[in-house]
């Protein structure tokens, strides 16, 4: 009886798919606009599904964001700040209001739509390691070698939207420039989003088989910023090695940065590392030329 009454309480009841925080992630936002239009595509019939724009201003006008990035602006503190006041304080105040109220009384999900001009392919971001998030990464992974999986600890991510939902996490493709529709990402955004609907259907019917396995994760560590003078100017770029390579190891002494007199400017840490996010052009105003992270091996224990 009480194994009965653990699974029973982790039944999914709601999810909502996010897309448009990012004003000019299209992917993202044409999905969420597909299933509103054709809602029963994201139907099942042990939950419900609802879809979020998230950002109508900034996908009108086609920008990431209009005073700061709204995917910044979930950490709790903020959240209850009324001194706060940019447009996109007000709307994260407002979209946390409403989804706290549609979701009182039940265990739910966010999947949170993003696109990247990084080489990132399919990658879900975890921002807490649930064991039923990790059962679910290690499905998508065991059916589509393609996907990767970063987590990125709360301590680095509690800012973030999928940070308010115990069961939160975002699906992350790339490249794509800003602003562009790529079809290929686009289909296979589309058929991981129903691959999630279809597992949540199948576990919520007691259909799944839930094993010990082990899933290779990416351990958020950190951040490197281009080299810069005492003006705050760029002076390198992502050298022409590391470019687009993304996961792939960097180890000490390997090139990371090429000024621009053609100095190579190399990797001074102690050991390797695994960079993601590499050249990505949102991240130019945040001071950020790539994100590093650990890769290990976990083991993921049977639910």
Same mark, same amino acid.
């Given at each position: 009886?009480?194994? /009965?009454?653990?699974?029973? %309480?982790?039944?999914? #009841?709601?999810?909502?798919?996010?897309?448009?925080?990012?004003?000019?992630?299209?992917?993202?936002?044409?999905?969420? =606009?597909?299933?509103? =239009?054709?809602?029963?595509?994201?139907?099942?019939?042990?939950?419900?599904?609802?879809?979020?724009?998230?950002?109508?201003?900034?996908?009108?006008?086609?920008?990431?964001?209009? &005073?700061? *990035?709204? %995917?910044?602006?979930?950490?709790?503190? *903020?959240?209850?700040?009324?001194?706060?006041?940019?447009?996109?304080?007000?709307?994260?105040?407002?979209?946390? =209001? %409403?989804? =706290?109220?549609? !979701?009182?009384?039940?265990?739910?999900?966010?999947?949170? @739509?993003?696109?990247?001009?990084?080489?990132?392919?399919?990658?879900?971001?975890?921002?807490?390691?649930?064991?039923? @998030?990790?059962?679910?990464?290690?499905?998508?992974?065991?059916? %589509?070698?393609?996907?990767?999986?970063?987590?990125?600890?709360?301590?680095?991510?509690?800012?973030?939207?999928?940070?308010?939902?115990?069961?939160?996490?975002?699906?992350?493709?790339?490249?794509?420039?800003?602003?562009?529709?790529?079809?290929?990402?686009?289909?296979?955004? #589309?058929?991981?989003?129903?691959?999630?609907?279809?597992?949540?259907?199948?576990?919520?019917?007691?259909?799944?088989?839930?094993?010990?396995?082990?899933?290779?994760?990416?351990?958020?560590?950190?951040?490197?910023?281009?080299?810069?003078?005492?003006?705050?100017?760029?002076?390198?770029?992502?050298?022409?090695?590391?470019?687009?390579? *993304?996961?792939?190891?960097?180890?000490?002494?390997?090139?990371?940065?090429?000024?621009?007199?053609? &100095?190579?400017?190399?990797?001074?840490?102690?050991?390797?590392?695994?960079?993601?996010?590499? !050249?990505?052009?949102?991240?130019?105003?945040?001071? /950020?030329?790539?994100?590093?992270?650990? #890769?290990?091996?976990?083991?993921? &224990?049977? @639910?």
């Amino acid at each position: 009886m009480r194994e /009965t009454k653990e699974i029973t %309480n982790y039944l999914i #009841k709601f999810v909502m798919i996010i897309g448009g925080i990012h004003g000019n992630e299209l992917i993202g936002v044409y999905l969420i =606009k597909l299933f509103e =239009k054709v809602p029963h595509l994201i139907q099942r019939p042990s939950f419900e599904s609802s879809t979020l724009l998230a950002n109508p201003k900034a996908v009108a006008e086609c920008r990431r964001h209009i &005073e700061k *990035d709204l %995917n910044r602006s979930f950490n709790r503190e *903020d959240l209850n700040d009324p001194t706060l006041s940019t447009f996109e304080d007000k709307l994260a105040k407002q979209i946390y =209001k %409403n989804l =706290k109220s549609q !979701n009182q009384s039940q265990i739910s999900m966010f999947v949170d @739509l993003h696109s990247t001009t990084a080489n990132m392919g399919l990658t879900l971001i975890l921002v807490k390691l649930h064991p039923w @998030l990790l059962q679910l990464a290690v499905y998508l992974s065991s059916i %589509n070698p393609e996907v990767r999986v970063i987590y990125i600890p709360s301590n680095a991510a509690n800012n973030v939207l999928i940070s308010q939902c115990e069961l939160g996490f975002a699906i992350e493709v790339g490249p794509v420039p800003q602003g562009v529709l790529d079809a290929v990402l686009f289909q296979k955004t #589309k058929e991981i989003v129903y691959a999630i609907l279809d597992y949540l259907q199948a576990f919520n019917q007691g259909l799944t088989q839930s094993n010990t396995n082990t899933l290779t994760l990416y351990e958020y560590v950190g951040t490197v910023d281009y080299p810069r003078n005492e003006h705050g100017e760029i002076q390198a770029m992502i050298h022409p090695q590391l470019q687009s390579r *993304d996961f792939a190891p960097l180890n000490p002494g390997e090139p990371i940065f090429l000024a621009f007199d053609e &100095e190579i400017i190399t990797y001074k840490g102690a050991s390797t590392i695994y960079p993601i996010f590499i !050249n990505e052009a949102a991240y130019y105003e945040q001071g /950020t030329a790539m994100c590093l992270t650990n #890769k290990r091996q976990i083991v993921v &224990e049977a @639910l």
